[in-house]
């Protein structure tokens, strides 16, 4: 990583590079403290790469107005070196008309834990897929002996297969099909028990921190969390609501052929955010009158439901 060391004005006085390791944090911030007295900073991606210096900075520094910045990751095919990227984090942070105040916010502890979710839910698809997938070519009398029976229930009966069910005289083929069924459903039972607690996790979190995101009809608590990590630790970045359209991908983008102007999707933004609005709109139009309404009169001035939604 490498850090920069500007004047008020915005020229470069020195620069340095340090490894990105906790003794690295810890010479960044000796190396700038003895060349001046250090009010305020600027880290690049930290929701990445960043965010480790970013925490370190706000735990040491002990300047109140010192701010660690999100300036997000670079623009692709425009990175530069690390020196480079250390100056423009430099640069847009004494382009900020005022110091930011720092918040300590529970961004961070949401996003582990929906990276931990994720991954869950992710395993826990693939492994009932497997499941079910096995009971194709499985023998004729356990396929019907487990067919009937919902997802629950099945995963129950398949934990609780050993070796020794099933017809006797039993042959490798069977007993191979019922050692892999068992695992697969112990796994699926053993993944399922992580995702409800994280999710009461993410629950008590955005209950304590933002219960203002779960009054409207529509944001359960998934959709609440992936809000929250999109706006990242410094939400007073998004002043108006078009910033923070954009920031999702919803705005949609202006163009025209001759003397027809149209619109079309933003495909850029934060698309786990693009996703979590989407089931928001739908989960409204199903539930909120005022929301039913708001469609129904769109329609009805010759919009679609494209573009109403």
């Not at 690295?24 to 210096?53: D, I, M, P, Y």
Request: proline share 6%; aromatic share 4%.
């Amino acid at each position: 990583m490498s850090g920069s060391w500007l004047s008020p004005l915005g020229k470069i006085l020195g620069a340095e590079s340090f490894p990105a390791t906790a003794a690295g944090c810890r010479q960044l911030l000796v190396w700038a403290r003895k060349r001046a007295t250090v009010r305020r900073s600027g880290v690049e991606g930290t929701g990445t790469f960043g965010a480790g210096l970013s925490r370190y900075l706000l735990a040491n520094s002990g300047v109140r107005s010192e701010l660690a910045l999100p300036l997000g990751p670079p623009t692709a095919g425009k990175a530069g070196p690390a020196r480079r990227s250390g100056r423009r984090a430099g640069r847009a942070e004494r382009s900020r008309p005022g110091p930011g105040q720092v918040r300590r916010r529970p961004v961070h502890s949401a996003r582990i834990f929906k990276l931990a979710k994720d991954s869950a839910v992710k395993a826990r698809t693939q492994a009932i897929n497997q499941l079910k997938a096995g009971l194709v070519i499985a023998d004729p009398a356990l396929r019907e002996r487990l067919s009937s029976l919902d997802n629950r229930e099945l995963f129950r009966t398949c934990a609780r297969l050993g070796p020794g069910d099933g017809e006797e005289g039993e042959n490798a083929v069977t007993q191979a099909t019922h050692m892999t069924l068992r695992m697969l459903a112990e796994r699926i039972q053993q993944l399922t028990g992580q995702i409800n607690e994280l999710n009461q996790r993410l629950t008590q979190l955005v209950e304590h921190h933002a219960p203002q995101l779960l009054v409207p009809v529509g944001i359960g608590p998934d959709s609440a969390v992936t809000l929250l990590i999109t706006m990242r630790d410094n939400p007073e970045r998004l002043s108006i609501e078009a910033s923070f359209a954009a920031l999702c991908g919803v705005s949609p983008v202006e163009y025209s052929s001759g003397r027809r102007s149209t619109r079309r999707l933003n495909y850029s933004g934060d698309r786990q955010a693009n996703a979590a609005l989407h089931r928001i709109v739908f989960t409204r139009l199903r539930h909120d009158p005022r929301t039913q309404a708001y469609f129904a009169r769109l329609t009805q001035e010759g919009k679609t439901r494209r573009e109403v939604i």
